[in-house]
């Protein structure tokens, strides 16, 4: 049976997914850890769901690169997976033809915010661009546009992150997938990410704003679309076995 193992960094984010496929908390991940892990089977798939869990002191969910390497170095240690799709929200420019509730896939995952200039080598490790070809044909055979999945850790955007950002053709914001795909590379396993829009960047309201009025669409969207790609994974494992 085919093992999917996914990354969704908030409970809200997760929810939709977790109730659709009647997944159960397990007891498998460290206790000294925040994450959190729903397993469950769909079709012919085993499916794992590791969430970030929340911040003990602040009471809010652990969005952000740190929570995200360590739920999914958690993730791979337990259930060693032939796939991760990280599911999450994102932002997206409207002059890119985003549109909130938009369901994107990665066709390649970098850093924004990792300034480091010290040299192209350093450079270019603070980018690590991490190319999803996986991801392009799936995308493909569902129909799905791709965009390029820019993580870094801050919701609000500088004018020099803004700058960066727009260097690339159709951006996705969001803050974890780059570091899920930097744990990834190390176990040479292959990543999708899926990302619904919750905000558009380039609009007169406020990020945080958009992003609490629109992140119960944005997730359910995103539902919608991970089970479309589950159903095709579990129609291709079929036709692989
Ligand atoms: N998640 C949803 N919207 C986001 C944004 N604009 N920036 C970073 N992460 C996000």
């Known amino acids: 049976m085919k093992k999917i193992t996914m990354i969704v960094a ?4 997760a929810v939709p997914l977790i109730e659709k496929l009647g ?4 007891s498998d991940t460290n206790p000294l850890l925040p994450c959190k892990a ?5 079709k012919n798939l085993s499916i794992n769901l590791v969430t970030n869990g929340s ?3 602040h009471g809010v969910e652990n969005v952000g690169t740190q929570p995200a390497t360590l739920a999914t170095y958690e993730a791979l240690r337990l259930f060693s997976p032939d796939l991760i799709i990280n599911a999450g929200t994102c932002g997206g420019f409207s002059d890119h033809g985003c549109k909130i509730g938009d369901v994107y896939m990665g066709e390649r995952i970098r850093f924004f915010d990792r300034r480091i200039p010290m040299g192209d080598h350093y450079e270019a490790y603070g980018d690590s661009n991490y190319p999803c070809e996986l991801a392009v044909e799936l995308a493909q055979k569902l129909d799905l546009p791709t965009s390029i999945v820019c993580t870094g850790n801050s919701l609000d955007m500088s004018p020099t992150d803004e700058a960066i950002l727009r260097q690339e053709p159709l951006v996705n914001k969001e803050m ?3 570091a899920i795909a930097w744990v990834a590379s190390h176990y040479q396993m292959p ?4 990302k619904s829009v919750t905000d558009l960047m380039d609009s007169e309201h406020g990020t945080a704003d958009e992003f609490s009025s629109n992140l119960a669409l944005a997730s359910k969207n995103l539902q919608v679309e991970v089970l479309r790609l589950l159903d095709l994974l579990a129609q291709q494992s079929l036709t692989q076995d």
């Open 55 to 57: 911040d003990s002191v």
């Open 38 to 42: 729903f397993s469950g089977e769909y």
């Open 23 to 26: 997944l159960a908390q397990t």
């Open 176 to 178: 974890e997938a780059a």
């Open 10 to 13: 908030m409970k809200q984010e």
């Open 191 to 194: 990543l999708v990410a899926v």
